[in-house]
């Protein structure tokens, strides 16, 4: 029985027991998830002799081939190295699945990718009681991991950065590994030929995760995407957010939005209602607010912010509930929304 942390993943793959061969990964940020799978399925390809072949096997593929997981991981090659087999929980990757899998010996090596599990998901339960596998968690970045994140990157360009500049970046980077991750690559582009990265280039090019973040959670509500809305607000609560801000948040956009709405019911064009904004409206989201404002009556949104004002006043009363009371709020606007899509 294996359960660790991602950045348990070095040491464990250095002295990692040969008798674990199915690996889960699982945790709130996705981005990590999949870079720490391809980065032990690489390591366990590279450190086969001869190398492993890593492949990838969905759904789509056990649709035609019920029991090619089992074939991949069962067959002893002739030629190369082991499989290294890539997968993601679902519908027909499940802890019944690979029950049998992890009881039985394999000549090749199964990763597999996950969501948020929790202690008590069946799926997880497996790997950990398991002598013959591991369980990975994935949760967002520490300050310590984004650090060496940024000195990964930089590093392999052979680049530097100033102190503050480096501090700078570090606030602006998120709870999503990859998006972390693509920043810093951009940013490294942009700083290409210069002696140190300064704090000009990260404010020329490296937004504000946590603000996209927030603007992701209030996107999604406002449009009746409640699903998505939910996921987002869990992983900016896993990345340290503060529920009562984003409430807050909630309140100014939907305070834009009546409005604007209310403007444009009294004969005034989008683009004249929207003009006298301020913060003005950033050209990058007036399509999405746009067709929010089409969901929305007058009506709806005074409804609407009468509700986000209770929760605004719920969660200051009672900051142990917070998340449970932006959650709810979050759901209801969704639902508002949702019924402008049905009319």
Not at 41 to 59: C, Q
Not at 158 to 173: K, P
Not at 254 to 268: M, P
């Amino acid at each position: 029985m294996v359960a660790l942390k991602s950045s348990d993943v070095p040491s464990f793959l250095k002295s990692a027991d040969p008798r674990i061969e199915c690996i889960l990964v699982f945790g709130t940020d996705p981005g990590q998830v999949a870079e720490t799978a391809r980065v032990i399925a690489s390591r366990l390809a590279e450190s086969s002799t001869p190398p492993g072949e890593i492949l990838r096997i969905e759904d789509v593929d056990l649709d035609s081939d019920p029991d090619r997981l089992a074939v991949e991981l069962r067959t002893m090659q002739m030629f190369g190295g082991p499989k290294i087999v890539r997968s993601s929980a679902s519908r027909r990757i499940t802890a019944q699945s690979l029950g049998p899998l992890l009881d039985g010996n394999l000549t090749g090596r199964l990763v597999v990718e996950a969501g948020n599990l929790k202690p008590d998901d069946a799926l997880r339960a497996l790997f950990e009681k398991s002598e013959k596998a591991a369980a990975i968690a994935c949760y967002a970045d520490s300050a310590g991991d984004l650090d060496r994140l940024v000195r990964e990157v930089l590093g392999a360009a052979g680049q530097t950065i100033s102190g503050d500049a480096r501090q700078l970046l570090l606030a602006r980077l998120g709870a999503d590994r990859a998006l972390s991750r693509a920043e810093v690559e951009k940013l490294s582009l942009f700083a290409q030929g210069r002696p140190a990265i300064e704090i000009e280039d990260v404010e020329a090019i490296v937004g504000d995760a946590s603000e996209q973040s927030t603007d992701r959670i209030i996107d999604s509500a406002a449009a009746g995407r409640s699903g998505i809305a939910v996921t987002e607000f869990d992983r900016a609560m896993a990345a340290g957010e503060n529920a009562q801000v984003i409430i807050g948040a909630i309140q100014r956009h939907f305070h834009r939005l009546h409005r604007v709405r209310a403007a444009i019911d009294a004969g005034r064009t989008f683009d004249d209602a929207t003009r006298g904004l301020r913060p003005p409206l950033f050209f990058k989201t007036k399509g999405s607010f746009q067709a929010q404002i089409g969901l929305w009556t007058v009506e709806r949104l005074t409804d609407a912010r009468a509700r986000i004002a209770r929760a605004a006043l719920a969660a200051r009363r009672s900051g142990d509930l917070e998340e449970i009371i932006a959650e709810r709020l979050l759901v209801e606007l969704s639902a508002l929304a949702a019924l402008g899509k049905r009319s």
